[in-house]
């Protein structure tokens, strides 16, 4: 067999960045209680970096997706699909468990109190066993780890999709569309919660519009427009009207915007896409996309590059940021944290994303197939770290060993008394007092014996 000799296309450093620059938002974001929200671009309008994740989400499925399809066929590339739906079905399952041990064990040191909820986790404690059937079902879907549910959804229609297209691109981009319309129409929704019935917060019967979007411009089916001074100017008039729409600093001072802004609530409601959210970042993405034009040589610095590794490494970085998230709200909770003192753990929380992206990509390349043995190690620090992580991977069971034995050792503690005596229930009382002491003792009998 002839090795694969076909040059690999090289990665859309720009797609990464903004995915990474996106994650880096989510995580701020999701933060309870974290001032840093009040200034991240969500504030800028109606649009926020969900529909930014999202989007390149598409965009990116295009690439790594189309190439199947077109080269193995609509049955094969929907095998594919199909797989990578399992791999975000696990990842939304892992992702409960941890934010949940994540919660517990915060909970038992005493980081916060009873009062500080996760929300719908309770469900899940009082009654664990419909909730697991639920969980695993998707019908118990709780906020903030909800992304992963709705991307799985809309990557089922991605074969009905791509089938389409090949028919006509409009053909395809009508069929979402008409999704979207529909949802709207009808109410079509996903329950998030069986007690209240309370549906998905992301709806993915509106969002994959989004995603479609991303789909349509990286697979060539829609054409991003070129530079035109008149569009320009057209949307960066839009996007300044919708600033006052979605920060209170705007509507607050303008009590008629604030009238028009309730009157509009359904045109911007994010659970369900509302079309001026999707107005509004596709006249973002125009004008950011303008912006970035010539100034691609910003994505080769050290900091761009640290963003566009998370970028790369999108499902686990958005996990390991979603539980840094809750990690942080709870650090935060009841301290009144303002911009600086809460620096700490914004910065910290991207640090550490950061890193975990790195070894991640470390990782990918397979260090251990390009570094020979005779020269990966030499006697001195590195050899002597290897032994260290190698007894602590060894004695690593012995911890489990001995917590296990904790328990047994207490009730070996509790001290058990030496005689037990059952009396029949029919046993008329004794005129005596009868004392029972230990064996070691002696037994004094009445006289009357």
Not at 261 to 277: I, M, T
Not at 348 to 373: C, E, H, R
Request: charged share 10%; net charge negative.
């Amino acid at each position: 067999m002839k090795p694969d000799t076909r040059p690999t296309s090289p990665r859309n450093l720009q797609l990464d960045f903004f995915r990474g620059l996106a994650l880096m938002v989510i995580f701020i974001n999701h933060m309870p209680g974290n001032p840093w929200f009040a200034y991240t671009p969500s504030r800028l309008g109606p649009s926020d970096a969900a529909e930014t994740f999202v989007f390149l989400s598409g965009f990116a499925a295009a690439i790594a997706f189309g190439r199947s399809f077109s080269q193995a066929g609509t049955g094969l590339g929907a095998i594919r699909v199909l797989f990578r739906c399992g791999q975000i079905y696990v990842a939304h399952l892992a992702l409960f468990v941890l934010m949940a041990t994540l919660y517990l064990a915060m909970q038992a040191q005493g980081f916060i109190g009873s009062h500080w909820q996760l929300d719908n986790l309770n469900y899940f404690f009082d009654q664990t066993q419909d909730a697991v059937l639920a969980l695993v079902s998707l019908k118990y879907v709780p906020n903030f780890i909800d992304i992963l549910p709705m991307y799985l959804v809309i990557m089922l229609w991605l074969p009905m999709i791509w089938a389409l297209s090949r028919i006509h691109t409009w053909l395809a981009l009508a069929f979402s569309l008409s999704i979207y319309l529909a949802a709207w129409h009808f109410g079509w929704e996903l329950t998030a919660d069986p007690l209240t019935g309370h549906p998905w917060y992301f709806n993915p019967f509106c969002w994959q519009l989004v995603f479609f979007t991303g789909f349509a411009f990286s697979s060539g089916w829609l054409s991003m427009p070129g530079s035109n001074r008149g569009l320009m100017w057209l949307c960066i008039a839009f996007v300044i009207f919708c600033y006052p729409l979605e920060n209170a600093f705007g509507y607050q001072r303008l009590p008629w915007f604030a009238a028009v802004r309730e009157q509009w609530a359904g045109w911007l409601d994010k659970s369900h896409l509302g079309f001026l959210r999707y107005l509004h970042f596709l006249a973002m993405t125009y004008l950011v996309t303008l912006f970035m034009h010539k100034r691609q040589h910003w994505l080769q610095s050290g900091i761009a590059r640290a963003i566009i590794t998370m970028g790369q490494q999108s499902l686990p970085i958005f996990m390991f940021g979603s539980c840094l998230s809750l990690l942080g709200g709870m650090l935060l909770d009841g301290t009144q944290a303002d911009l600086i003192d809460s620096a700490w753990v914004n910065l910290a929380g991207i640090g550490l994303m950061m890193l975990l992206a790195a070894f991640l990509n470390w990782l990918d390349q397979k260090p251990w197939k390009t570094v020979s043995a005779s020269t990966g190690f030499n006697w001195g620090f590195e050899r002597s770290m290897l032994a260290f992580g190698l007894m602590a991977l060894t004695a690593a069971p012995l911890l489990f060993l001995q917590n296990a034995q904790q328990p047994a050792l207490e009730m070996a503690a509790v001290p058990v008394p030496d005689q037990v005596v059952m009396l029949p229930e029919d046993m008329p009382p004794a005129t005596e007092e009868v004392v029972f002491q230990p064996q070691e003792a002696e037994i004094e009998l009445p006289e009357t014996l």
